[in-house]
Every structure is written in structure tokens, then in C-alpha cells.
């Protein structure tokens, strides 16, 4: 059935970078695109960006310090944030995102802990 | 920028009805477009993965409840739960697509089941 397992959870330190994988299994991975979420303490759900192929596309809040890429050869997306602060804390989903704009399977999620 | 705005907070008795409302804004007049076939809902338990619940706009994917129904009316999409359950008690967020490859989520409502 259609899988998306995430990597593990972990600590960074302010100023660094944050990569996070979202592997695939159970479908055709270039069929459908990826979207990631996150979801900050006492917050709601943010959109961050979306990747299929060799297309990307960031929410502006993100422009400049996210970037999105994928490995076809393993069907895994990556998520790098990068100069992350505290308020990066947060938990990280990838989705797989529906021909008609919703995002149909989750991974499990991944927190994020930016302290030093 | 385009915005959904939902209500913080709904509550409702144990085998009563809810509705949440999801109302766009934008100054791009394509969003209005896309807010009438493109919303979707999502239930969220505490430390869980979101689970999709509705899709354009009142379209309910294999295996989730009939209880819970999406529809539309102008610039405001809504979900409606039926027949309250104790496990209903979450947080619900509505999505839009907002053109460009991009989405919005409203800001989530926080469902009390009394």
C-alpha cells in the first residue's frame, strides 16, 4: 500500500541546516507530486512547498532557506531548512499531493528541535 | 495573499452536529475559483499525522465515516460532523489550492465534544 516513511526526529542548533527524508513506496513516485507541512507548537498547519520532477515551488516565508529535492533512483524527497531558528521548531510532513490539489497520504511526521 | 479564516474553537454534545466554517479572502480573484472546487478538510489527533477527510470541496475518500460531510456556499466552504463521537474531538483544518503550485491552510479549529 502507498507508504511515506520519514526520517527520525532530532535536535539542531540555531544557524544550521536541517535535512529531512520522506521515502516513498507503493506507488509510482514520479506520478505524483510531494508536498511538505509543518506544524509548529500552538500552531496550525503551514504549507512549505511542493516538488515534482525537477519542479519546486516555496511559500514565500520560506523562499531563500528551503529547498527541496528528489532522488528518483530510492523514490525520496528531501527537505532542507536552512539558518534555522527556535521558531523552526516544529513537526515536518511530507504528503503526496492529488492530481486535483489535496494531499491524500502523510507521512508520520518529523520534529524538529532547534535549540542550542 | 490569500487567507481561509475558520472559527478557533467549536464544541457540540455527543451525538449532535457540528459545522465548521472555512471563508477565503484574496486579492488574486483566481483564488475564488479555486476555493470552488479545490478545498479540502483534514482531521488532526494530538501528535498525529493529519488524515484526509473531505476533497473538492464535499467529496469523502473510501473508508471515512458519512458522518462527515463538506459543502459550499459563495466564498465559504464548511464541514459538518454528524452523530458526535468521542474520538471526533480534534483539530480540523480546511486547504485550498491557491494557483501556482501553491496552498493555504486555514488557521484550524480546535472541535469539543461535550
Known amino acids: 500500500q502507498v507508504h511515506l516513511e520519514q526520517s527520525a526526529s532530532g535536535v539542531t542548533n540555531p544557524g544550521a541546516s536541517v535535512k529531512v527524508s520522506c521515502e516513498t513506496s507503493g506507488y509510482t513516485f514520479a506520478t505524483y507530486p510531494i508536498s511538505w507541512v509543518r506544524l509548529a507548537p500552538g500552531q496550525g498547519l503551514e504549507w512549505m512547498g511542493w516538488i515534482s520532477g525537477g519542479d519546486t515551488k516555496y511559500a514565500q516565508t520560506f523562499q531563500g532557506r528551503l529547498t527541496l529535492t528528489a532522488d528518483t533512483s530510492t523514490a525520496t524527497v528531501y527537505m532542507e531548512l536552512k539558518n534555522v531558528r527556535s521558531d523552526d521548531t516544529a513537526t515536518y510532513f511530507c504528503a503526496r499531493t492529488s492530481f486535483s490539489n489535496y494531499f491524500d497520504i502523510w507521512g508520520r511526521g518529523t520534529l524538529v528541535t532547534v535549540s542550542s | ?114
Open chain 2, 1 to 114: 495573499q490569500s487567507a481561509l479564516n475558520q472559527p478557533p474553537s467549536a464544541s457540540g454534545s455527543l451525538g449532535q452536529s457540528v459545522t465548521i466554517s472555512c471563508s477565503g479572502s484574496s486579492s488574486d480573484t483566481d483564488f475564488y475559483a479555486f476555493l470552488s472546487y479545490y478545498v479540502s478538510w483534514y482531521q488532526q489527533h494530538p501528535g498525529k499525522a493529519p488524515k484526509l477527510l473531505i476533497y473538492e470541496v464535499s467529496k469523502r475518500p473510501s473508508g471515512v465515516s458519512d458522518r462527515f460531510s463538506g459543502s459550499r456556499s459563495g466564498n465559504t466552504a464548511s464541514l459538518t460532523v454528524s452523530g458526535l463521537q468521542a474520538d471526533d474531538e480534534a483539530d480540523y483544518y480546511c486547504l485550498s489550492y491557491s494557483g501556482s503550485n501553491t496552498w493555504v491552510f486555514g488557521g484550524g479549529t480546535k472541535l469539543t465534544v461535550l
